[in-house]
């Protein structure tokens, strides 16, 4: 036991029961807008991705097309392709792990696995919180819907508020510098213009659209601006 | 099976094959900077979006009630750094609070 709680699978551990226990919310939330209990499970056991999953109910909710619910969740999805990405760079899986590790491949699980130093603490970091919260989210998202048929309205719970401190508690450590902030807060203000303008859960993707474009404008302009340290790659992949 | 249990499927076989995309992508291409800077700005501003989504409309109006409470008091968890549960809960009782003072709906 002593052996195995390193600081990666306690870090793994905290982020699975915090995030965990946010699927009440999810499967409250979900059977209030409407989805039946084998949805909202199929979503936590298969979707495994919470903002896609609450954007997807989020448009359901709103009065959105369920077209409109699939490319919200869809696009917002886009994201693990990158994780996915990263943890095969940092931790070089063997073919026969990458489904089961794709599944897993979310938010948390690649901050604690990004965030160790040894390569074998970034596996233990990954598997942890990859299981960690696999596990206790779709638990306690069967916790939330079938509470959340007696609960009522979630907003008398503050789940509605839940929501929101999740979000903000998942950007808030990316706002490090000045420009990350600038991004989130045109994000935000684009976001708020579009949505009397818009169908629910299109303001999202809007926004999502007019940040690629401006992360791939910045790169021609600034080449300069790549501070993570990729030029080195990109010197050899043109020899 | 409702239509709509189609799109809920259909979305989840979605999520998984983006999942996938990313470990069939070769190790030359993930260290181009271009795909660092999109990816890093892409979730910024998605999670931007969504706490905007979250805290400030209902359907297609912008509305200001409990929720921006709720901002407020995980903001000022965040810059004490308390942990991501803390935060959560925060929000949720700055939320249940307000409503139940009356002073946000």
New interface residues.
């Given amino acids: 036991m002593a052996r195995f709680l390193t600081p990666a699978t306690k870090m793994g551990l905290?982020?699975s029961?915090?995030?965990g226990?946010?699927g009440i919310s999810f499967g409250a939330l979900s059977i209030a807008a409407g989805?039946d209990l084998?949805?909202t499970a199929?979503?936590s056991a298969?979707?495994?991705?919470g903002?896609?999953q609450?954007?997807?109910i989020?448009v359901?909710s709103?009065?959105g097309a369920?077209?409109a619910?699939?490319s919200a969740?869809?696009l917002?999805?886009?994201?693990?392709?990158?994780?996915?990405?990263?943890?095969?760079?940092a931790l070089r899986?063997l073919g026969k792990q990458?489904?089961w590790?794709?599944?897993v491949?979310i938010d948390e699980s690649t901050a604690v696995s990004l965030g160790q130093a040894k390569i074998s603490e970034k596996r233990r970091g990954f598997v942890t919180a990859g299981a960690g919260v696999y596990v206790l989210w779709n638990l306690f998202t069967l916790a939330g819907a079938l509470l959340g048929e007696q609960m009522g309205d979630p907003?008398?719970?503050?789940?509605?508020?839940?929501?929101?401190?999740?979000?903000?508690?998942?950007?808030?450590p990316?706002?490090k510098s000045m420009q990350?902030v600038l991004?989130?807060?045109?994000?935000?203000v684009?976001?708020?213009l579009a949505?009397?303008i818009?169908?629910?859960g299109l303001?999202?993707l809007i926004?999502?659209v007019?940040?690629?474009i401006?992360?791939?404008c910045?790169?021609r302009k600034a080449?300069a601006?790549?501070e993570?340290g990729?030029?080195?790659?990109?010197g050899?992949?043109q020899t | 099976m409702s239509?709509?249990?189609w799109?809920?499927?259909?979305?989840?076989?979605?999520?998984?094959a983006?999942?996938?995309?990313?470990?069939f992508?070769p190790?030359?291409v993930?260290?181009?900077?271009?795909?660092?800077?999109?990816?890093?700005?892409?979730?910024?501003?998605?999670?931007?979006?969504?706490?905007?989504?979250?805290?400030?409309?209902?359907?297609?109006?912008?509305v200001l009630d409990?929720?921006i409470?709720?901002?407020a008091?995980?903001?000022i968890?965040?810059f004490f750094k308390a942990?991501?549960?803390v935060?959560?809960?925060?929000?949720?009782?700055?939320?249940?609070l307000l409503?139940a003072t009356g002073l946000a709906a």
């Fill in positions: 905290s982020i029961i915090a995030t226990l946010y989805l084998w949805q199929a979503l298969l979707m495994f991705t903002g896609s609450f954007a997807f989020g359901i709103g009065g369920a077209s619910a699939f969740a869809t917002l999805g886009v994201r693990n392709a990158v994780y996915g990405m990263q943890i095969k760079q899986p990458v489904p590790m794709a599944q491949t907003a008398a719970w503050g789940l509605d508020g839940a929501a929101v401190a999740a979000f903000i508690g998942l950007l808030w990316r706002l990350p991004i989130a807060v045109a994000a935000a684009l976001t708020a949505v009397p818009s169908a629910p303001p999202i926004t999502a007019c940040a690629a401006y992360a791939l910045t790169v080449p601006a790549t993570h990729g030029l080195h790659s990109v050899e992949e | 239509e709509l249990s799109w809920v499927l259909g979305a989840c076989l979605a999520a998984y983006i999942k996938l995309c990313g470990y992508v190790r030359k993930l260290d181009s900077p271009i795909m660092t800077r999109v990816a890093s700005t892409l979730t910024i501003a998605l999670l931007a979006s969504l706490v905007t989504v979250n805290a400030f409309t209902s359907g297609q109006e912008l409990a929720r409470g709720a901002l008091a995980a903001m968890a965040l942990p991501y549960l935060v959560v809960l925060a929000g949720a009782l700055a939320a249940i409503r």
